[in-house]
C-alpha cells in the first residue's frame, strides 16, 4: 500500500544536539511538507519542497533544516538553534495542481527534549 | 493571504445529536477549503474539500460542510454523533492553484455517552 513512514515515532534529544527526522513517501507524489504541532496552535509549515532539489521556508523554519534529493525523502533535522524542540512533527505530501490540497499525511514524530 | 479561525477550541456532544465545527475563512483569491481529522498521536486523514464545485460537499464517516461566500464560511456538520467521532478537526485553507495549505488551531471534540 501507498503511504509515507515517518520514522521514528518517539525521539528523544538532549539540549545541544542535532536530530534527523526521517520521511519517507511511495505515493509518486511532488510535494512534500513538514508541519509542527503544538497543542492549541494547531499546525504550523516548517519547510516544503515542490520539486527535488528544492525547498522553500515556511512560516517558522528558524532552528530547521530540511534536505530533497529524492522525491521518495524529504528528512527533517532539528538543529541545537532550536529553542523549544519539544513538539509532534508531521510529514505531508501532495500531487502538486492534481492533488488541489489533499495531503496525505504520516502518523507522526514525537520529540522530547531531555 | 490566506487564514482560517475555528470557533470553539472544545466541543461537546451528546451521541446520537448535531455535531456543528465552525470555520471561517479569509482570502484574497477563491479559496479551496478542507476539512482534516486526528485521531490521538496519529497524523491527519482527509474528511472532505471544496474546490470551487458544489458548494455542500459530503465526506467520510457522514460528515458534510457548506461553502457560504457571503458569510465566508465553511461548517462542518454530522446529523448524528458517534463515540468514534471524537477526535480533533481542522480546517484548512489554500488559495486556487497554490498548494500550500493553512490550518486552522483545531476544535477538540468530545461524545459524550
Known amino acids: 500500500d501507498g503511504g509515507i513512514t515517518q520514522s521514528p515515532k518517539y525521539l528523544f534529544r538532549k539540549e545541544g544536539q542535532n536530530v534527523t527526522l526521517s520521511c519517507e513517501q511511495n505515493?509518486?507524489?511532488?510535494?512534500m511538507y513538514w508541519y509542527r504541532q503544538d497543542p492549541g496552535q494547531g499546525l504550523r509549515l516548517i519547510y516544503y519542497s515542490q520539486i527535488v532539489n528544492d525547498f522553500q521556508k515556511g512560516d517558522i523554519a528558524e532552528g530547521y533544516s530540511v534536505s530533497r534529493e529524492k522525491k521518495e525523502s524529504f528528512p527533517l533535522t532539528v538543529t541545537s538553534a532550536q529553542k523549544n524542540p519539544t513538539a509532534f512533527y508531521l510529514c505531508?505530501?501532495?500531487?502538486?495542481?492534481?492533488?488541489?490540497?489533499?495531503?496525505?499525511f504520516g502518523s507522526g514524530t514525537r520529540l522530547t527534549v531531555v | 493571504a490566506q487564514s482560517v479561525t475555528q470557533l470553539g477550541s472544545h466541543v461537546s456532544v451528546s451521541e446520537g445529536a448535531l455535531v456543528l465545527l465552525r470555520c471561517n475563512y479569509s482570502s484574497s483569491v477563491p479559496p479551496y477549503l478542507f476539512w482534516y481529522v486526528q485521531y490521538p498521536n496519529q497524523g491527519l486523514q482527509l474528511l472532505l474539500k471544496?474546490?470551487?464545485?458544489?458548494?455542500l460537499v459530503k465526506g467520510i464517516n457522514g460528515f458534510e460542510a457548506e461553502f457560504k461566500k457571503s458569510e465566508t464560511s465553511f461548517h462542518l456538520t454530522k446529523p448524528s454523533a458517534h463515540m468514534s467521532d471524537a477526535a480533533e478537526y481542522f480546517c484548512?485553507?489554500?488559495?486556487?492553484?497554490?498548494?500550500?495549505?493553512?490550518f486552522g488551531t483545531g476544535t477538540r471534540l468530545t461524545i459524550i455517552p
Open positions: 505515493l509518486n507524489h511532488d510535494a
Open positions: 471544496y474546490t470551487s464545485a458544489a458548494t
Open positions: 505531508a505530501s501532495s500531487q502538486n495542481q492534481l492533488g488541489k490540497g489533499s495531503y496525505t
Open positions: 484548512a485553507v489554500s488559495a486556487f492553484g497554490n498548494e500550500k495549505l493553512t
